[in-house]
């Protein structure tokens, strides 16, 4: 299976942009890249996703790489409330037809007031 | 609507005793997944099913472990006989669909399992 590599934490002050790091050097053609984050004591929700264009929401924005080994997750003004832990993942189609999120083990994200 | 619904929240129980954890997705998904959480190994998929039929179970450690989801609205993770290495917290999550358009997986608040 595909990996996906990401610090384990960083800081960002409140109100600047951060930037969270992922590598996937092993992704397939097919694979889509998403983004959850975990608040504590809740379950995983959804962030974004992307294969090889660039994606904007709400919320952030994703950057891919032209090679798609490595993507960034773009918060553009951190708050209190970003404070999570941020996964990259893979969603990766199996040759059976079937798929499967293979979850990093993610990025703490620490919000300075 | 609700949102994906667990029980129980927290569950604390004996070696040996048998476990049962519920999920109920959201109307009108037809996926379902059961990820474990834990310290040591992160997030974990378990098993999911796809219009109540288990499509890849792949993920279930053990054949202590057995997941059914006998209609659309309701799915039981159970755990016999339960060991200390389940204590876990146990996440059930559903989507509309498989396509890059329909497969965001909605996460529920999860159950914190500790055996004793």
């Known amino acids: 299976d595909a990996k996906t590599t990401q610090p384990n934490s960083m800081e960002s002050n409140e109100e600047e942009p951060v930037h ?7 992704i397939s053609g097919t ?6 984050r975990q608040l504590p004591s809740q379950g995983p929700e959804y962030v974004i ?22 993507s960034t997750l773009i918060l553009h003004r951190a708050t209190l409330r970003d404070a999570a832990v941020y996964y990259c993942i893979l969603r990766a189609l199996r040759t059976s037809g079937t798929y499967k999120y293979i979850f990093g083990t993610g990025t703490r994200l620490k919000v300075l007031a | ?31 379902l997944f059961w990820y474990r959480q834990t ?29 059914k989801m006998p209609n659309a609205s309701f799915s039981t993770l159970k ?8 204590s876990a917290v146990y996440f059930c999550a559903s989507s509309l669909g498989d396509s890059p358009s329909t497969d965001t997986q909605y996460f529920g608040p999860g159950t914190r399992l500790t055996v004793l």
């Open chain 1, 20 to 26: 969270l790091p992922c590598n996937h050097s092993t």
């Open chain 1, 31 to 36: 694979d889509y890249i998403h983004w959850y």
């Open chain 1, 49 to 70: 996703h992307g294969l090889t264009s660039n994606v904007n929401n709400r919320m952030a924005s994703l950057a891919i790489a032209e090679d798609r080994k490595s």
């Open chain 2, 1 to 31: 609507d609700a949102g994906v619904i667990q029980s129980p929240r927290h569950e604390v129980t004996e070696m040996g005793q048998e476990v049962t954890l519920r999920c109920k997705p959201i109307s009108g998904h037809d996926y």
């Open chain 2, 39 to 67: 310290m040591m190994r992160g997030l974990e998929l378990l098993i999911y099913f796809n219009n109540n039929v288990p499509i890849d179970d792949s993920g279930m450690p053990e054949d202590r472990f057995s997941a």
């Open chain 2, 79 to 86: 755990i016999q006989p339960s060991e200390p290495r389940d």
